[in-house]
């Protein structure tokens, strides 16, 4: 048995950064949204990702009145570490941009923060769907079909579509005429979150000839710490043991710093890659996010990037439901493409210059080492690193 069809103006598939930013951003507008996601609100809010976010994210938080939390229990760091040879470099953000600091608030703590406000606003959002189907879309009247949670199946007629449904997510298939761009890195990372005090007030970035190493955090309780590995490596493969002793090595310094052990409680690996669809519009549906890009995470970009589609999305969207005109969507893949390839620039950048790469010639190892050299002496080159790393300003 079928349930009577259902409207709104924009359905949105997929409750990430992206869909949630959208969907409180289309909801100042006036506008209205449902959100459709396959997992349960549990799994959505308990995946440990993303730990930074950008100035202007945090603005907009703010902005959106959604930064109560985060105002407590994030932490502001004024710059990060870049530590190799032995030796720590710290790079003041703060200076070198005039004021712009970054913010370690994980992204499942965003995420909570955003389905309680949402749902607290009176907001549809439906989790646990499955069997999401795109349709019409180049008509004026674009459908979703879904089963709820239920096992009910439902339709679900909207003015637009919003793709915001990952990486592997189904919509970008529905792009026609795209072009993708890709490059795999020959490295992953293996990422681990341990019970400890933080070693360090700020992130470290450690280059060492046995591979790249990074310290984050999660909270005063929890760090956040990987290590550089091969792409298909399996957990199994690193005992703790194995762990701590590569993390001491690449971190150690010559003044004697050091790293505060801890029970490890979670551990995985991840491979990673950069990835770019040039084309983010098809008749009315639009994606946005990890579903139209992906980076390394040596830049922390992937979220920021996804909530600055977001942000273009709704604007678009905006102009159209207050003017009629459609210029403003017509220009969103153009808009969101320049900020996008700046930010895989950016990724790019920060992986190949931390990273050792076995396919990398004596020549270029060189090459690495000397933009290392130069970012940490030269304030030009740091401002250029800092610029992009607290986040280029929206358009
Ligand atoms: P998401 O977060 O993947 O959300 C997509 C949602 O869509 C749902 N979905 C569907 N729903 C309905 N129907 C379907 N057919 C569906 N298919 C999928 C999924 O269940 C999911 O809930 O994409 P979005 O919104 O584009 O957000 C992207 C970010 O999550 C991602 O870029 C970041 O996590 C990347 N990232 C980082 N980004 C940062 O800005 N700063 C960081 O410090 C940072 N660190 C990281 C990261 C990603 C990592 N991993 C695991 C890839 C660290 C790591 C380890
Ligand atoms: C994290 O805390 O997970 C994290 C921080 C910085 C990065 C990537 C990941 O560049």
Not at 13 to 35: D, E, M
Not at 202 to 218: D, K, M, P, Q, V
Not at 243 to 258: A, F, N, P
Request: proline share 4%; aromatic share 8%; glycine share 10%.
């Amino acid at each position: 048995m079928s349930t009577p069809p259902r409207r709104t103006q924009v359905g949105i598939i997929g409750a990430g950064p992206a869909g949630l930013f959208l969907a409180h951003l289309l909801h100042r507008q006036g506008i209205k949204s449902v959100i459709l996601e396959t997992r349960t609100r549990e799994e959505v809010e308990g995946t440990i990702r993303a730990g930074v976010l950008e100035q202007w994210t945090v603005d907009l938080m703010q902005d959106l009145g959604l930064g109560e939390r985060m105002r407590r229990e994030g932490h502001f760091h004024r710059g990060i570490t870049l530590r190799f040879a032995g030796e720590s470099h710290h790079l003041d953000f703060e200076d070198l941009t005039g004021g712009k600091r970054v913010t370690v608030y994980p992204q499942h703590e965003v995420l909570k923060d955003l389905v309680a406000a949402r749902l607290a606003d009176g907001g549809e959002l439906h989790f646990g769907v499955r069997d999401v189907g795109l349709h019409d879309l180049t008509t004026d009247r674009p459908r979703l079909t879904y089963t709820t949670r239920d096992g009910e199946p439902q339709v679900l007629h909207c003015d637009f579509i919003a793709g915001v449904d990952g990486s592997q997510g189904l919509s970008r298939q529905s792009i026609e005429g795209r072009t993708e761009y890709g490059h795999l890195y020959p490295f992953g990372w293996l990422g681990i979150l341990v019970e400890a005090p933080p070693s360090h007030h700020e992130l470290i970035y450690a280059r060492h000839e046995r591979g790249f190493a990074l310290l984050s955090t999660r909270s005063p309780e929890i760090q956040r710490l990987y290590i550089q590995c091969g792409p298909t490596d399996d957990v199994a493969e690193y005992p703790d043991e194995r762990i701590w002793s590569e993390l001491h090595r690449r971190l150690e310094t010559v003044d004697g710093w050091t790293l505060t052990e801890g029970r490890i409680f979670q551990k995985g690996v991840i491979g990673m890659r950069s990835f770019v669809c040039d084309r983010m519009q098809h008749g009315r549906l639009f994606i946005a996010g990890d579903a139209a890009h992906i980076v390394p995470p040596t830049g922390a970009k992937g979220l920021n990037l996804a909530v600055a589609d977001a942000v273009y999305l709704s604007r678009g969207l905006d102009c159209f439901y207050r003017t009629g005109r459609q210029d403003g969507l017509d220009r969103y893949t153009e808009t969101c493409l320049r900020r996008i390839w700046k930010a895989e620039r950016f990724s790019w950048y920060m992986t190949t210059l931390l990273h050792t790469n076995p396919a990398e010639s004596p020549f270029e190892h060189r090459i690495r080492l000397a933009d290392l050299d130069y970012v940490v002496h030269s304030r030009a080159a740091a401002t250029a690193l800092a610029e992009n790393y607290v986040g280029l300003p929206l358009d």
